[in-house]
């Protein structure tokens, strides 16, 4: 198995406060991993840490064994790391595909003349760009919204549309930060079977934090869980699920 992702001994402070301490993951090629834990463990700043929003304060991170620290965010995108966030982040009053087509940005390679005379080139690039852009958008059912504002949309359907855009910088490491946060049980359910689908077809690997027991259990082929920064427990869900730390861990915090 080709590991993707490695956390060697990751750790960071917050002015004191040990966000995230001693924490070590694997993650190998093509796998659903998820991470859960009660709120405030640290979830997100691992997140923050792997796709270079914050440098972690010790240890190491590797994206298929290159060390990435320290590298900024833009650069992670370009070596492939994807993500969406906890707190959805779209463009609101731009349209549903515009939101899809800011993220493939890195790939436009006509030149400012192309772009400046609409050349060939220019209309050539545009168009392949649209129709990459409308493939995610009916993968998430979101195609018939094109022209819509991002922010006219459902609540549940932002959270694809967010999940879409992650997916238009072709990633091989996909980061989904709560991602049927918000979202009614069909909604979730939909969503796990379009999680599963988007992993096999474009072959990525997929790391994601969940509070829903039901998605997590449903599609993630093995789980970690944080507490207070620090790995509590790693394995298949079934396992970790019945882990007697784990279930003291979500019963004993703010998380209940
Ligand atoms: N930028 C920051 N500055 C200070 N403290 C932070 C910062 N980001 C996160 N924290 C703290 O780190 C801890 C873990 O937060 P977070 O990673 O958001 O948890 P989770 O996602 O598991 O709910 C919390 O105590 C939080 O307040
Ligand atoms: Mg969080």
Known sequence: ????????????????????DDFNLEINEGELFGLI?????GKTTVFNMITGVYSPTEGEILLKGEGINGLQPHKLVKKGISRTFQNIRLFGYMSV???????????I???????????????????????????FLKIFNLDRFKNFSANTLS???QRKLEIARAMASNPKLLLLDEPAAGMNPQETEELMETIRLIRDK??????????????????CERIAVL???????????????????????????SNA
């Open 155 to 157: 609540y549940g359907d």
């Open 1 to 20: 198995m080709t590991s993707v992702l490695k956390l060697n001994n990751v750790g960071i402070n917050f002015g004191g406060l040990k966000a995230v």
């Open 37 to 41: 834990g009660p709120n405030g463990a």
């Open 109 to 135: 390679k006509y030149g400012l003349l192309d772009g400046m005379f609409r050349t060939k080139k220019f209309w050539r690039e545009e168009y392949e760009g649209i129709t990459r852009a409308m493939e």
């Open 202 to 219: 474009f072959n990525i690997t997929i790391l994601l934090i969940e509070h829903d027991m039901k998605l997590v259990l449903g599609i």
């Open 227 to 253: 507490n207070y920064g620090r790995m509590l427990t790693q394995g298949l869900p079934r396992n970790v699920i019945n882990d007697p730390r784990v279930i003291e861990a979500y019963l004993g915090g």
């Open 97 to 107: 595909l515009d939101n899809v087509r800011v993220a493939q940005n890195d790939e």
